[in-house]
């Protein structure tokens, strides 16, 4: 159904859902909009002709059903602002507080953002990980195993990964397993990274 056709039928629906409150007297106490002045004068000089009265009253009714409209309109406007923060805040939690570590990397391999377990299977605070370079993060010998990763994924597009040494800091170096995946039309890649067993893994990489 094209979007024309759907349009005519909300803004019906709207009016009847004005009309409806109008007349059972449930509009809101405290409405946002008020007459304007012209308004009032145009209502006050038709209100005093006999012949115009009529006319009077069918714009006045008008006038009070566009408001209601209007009040309608911000109110669903307030609940959808409502629904995407709340939304938002849960997509927000589930990001930084996963069991997995998940890094948003940009292609010339600096961290965009990254979230708690990320930060801490590369030995790292939180605030430590956003516009560095996740090779950085990693021991020489490591580094060209996953930014061969993201340089496949980049050139390819296909989800891919590899393990690789990384880390350092209280708990030691550590051996994570990646999987990095670039979104259709993407220009950030996503990296996904835990601990796998304490393999050699100086020379080993892993296709998907």
Not at 51 to 75: G, N, P
Not at 80 to 98: G, I, Q
Not at 119 to 127: I, Q, S, Y
Not at 163 to 170: H, L, R, V
């Amino acid at each position: 159904m094209s979007k024309t056709s759907i349009e005519p039928r909300v803004y019906a629906q709207l009016r009847d859902k004005a009309e409806e409150q109008l007349q059972a007297g449930t509009t809101a106490s405290q409405s946002q909009w008020s007459v304007g002045v012209d308004a009032l004068r145009l209502l006050h000089r038709l209100s005093s002709n006999p012949e115009s009265a009529e006319d009077a009253l069918k714009l006045l009714h008008e006038l009070q059903v566009h408001q209601v409209e209007l009040d309608l309109q911000i109110e669903e406007i307030s609940d959808n602002e409502r629904a995407v923060a709340d939304e938002l805040s849960l997509y927000r939690k589930l990001f930084d507080f996963a069991p997995v570590g998940y890094l948003l990397i940009d292609f010339e391999g600096n961290i965009i953002q990254g979230n708690l377990a990320a930060a801490e299977l590369l030995g790292a605070g939180r605030d430590d990980l956003d516009g560095h370079p996740i090779a950085t993060f990693l021991p020489a010998r490591s580094r060209p195993l996953l930014l061969g990763l993201l340089e496949r994924v980049k050139q390819s597009g296909a989800r891919d990964h590899c393990q690789a040494e990384a880390g350092g800091g209280a708990h030691g170096s550590r051996h994570l397993q990646f999987l990095a995946s670039l979104p259709a039309g993407g220009e950030h890649i996503l990296l996904a990274c835990c601990e796998c067993g304490n393999a050699d893994i100086s020379s080993k990489t892993l296709h998907g």
